[in-house]
């Protein structure tokens, strides 16, 4: 079984991605970045990062999975000193959950107003023989 999520972003027919696939039990959700419904992006990166994760929830949600279920997080920023920011975002939101990650420090991205991308791979916990 292969799905795949859009996100109504312009870029995902232009780009030619989807904003998340799943494959059986096995979510993989793109780079994704902190633009609002209109357009817009806050210029604080602590809020990028938390529109970053709702964006990310939101596919994932459609995907018949949760941020519960993140495995993994890859979280790619364009200055290190918004590290700490974000990492308290990312602590903020899977504390309990606790996936492998890695905070990676790039370049830049498409557009110059973002200052994170995050992208996650959730695996769909199945139920024990217990229940």
Same mark, same amino acid.
């Given at each position: 079984? &292969? /799905?795949?999520?859009? @996100?109504? @972003?312009?870029?995902?027919? %232009?780009?030619?991605? @989807?904003?998340?696939? +799943?494959?059986?039990?096995?979510?993989?959700?793109?780079?994704?970045?902190?633009? &609002?419904?209109?357009?817009?992006?806050?210029?604080?990166?602590?809020? /990028?990062? +938390? +529109?970053?994760?709702?964006?990310?929830?939101?596919?994932?949600?459609?995907?018949?999975?949760?941020?519960?279920?993140?495995?993994?997080?890859?979280?790619?920023?364009?200055?290190?000193?918004?590290?700490?920011?974000?990492?308290?975002?990312? *602590?903020?939101?899977?504390? +309990?959950? &606790?996936?492998?990650? *890695?905070?990676?420090?790039?370049?830049?991205?498409?557009?110059?107003? %973002?200052?994170?991308?995050?992208?996650?791979?959730?695996?769909?916990?199945?139920?024990?023989?217990?229940?």
């Amino acid at each position: 079984m &292969r /799905q795949r999520v859009a @996100s109504g @972003s312009p870029l995902e027919p %232009w780009i030619g991605f @989807s904003r998340a696939v +799943r494959v059986d039990d096995r979510i993989f959700v793109s780079a994704t970045a902190a633009i &609002r419904p209109d357009g817009e992006v806050s210029e604080d990166v602590a809020e /990028q990062a +938390r +529109r970053c994760l709702v964006i990310i929830g939101e596919a994932l949600e459609e995907a018949e999975a949760s941020l519960a279920d993140v495995v993994r997080t890859r979280v790619y920023l364009v200055d290190r000193e918004d590290g700490p920011a974000v990492a308290g975002v990312h *602590g903020e939101i899977f504390g +309990r959950t &606790r996936p492998a990650t *890695g905070f990676i420090v790039v370049a830049g991205f498409l557009d110059p107003r %973002w200052k994170v991308e995050i992208e996650a791979d959730a695996i769909l916990q199945r139920p024990t023989a217990a229940g």
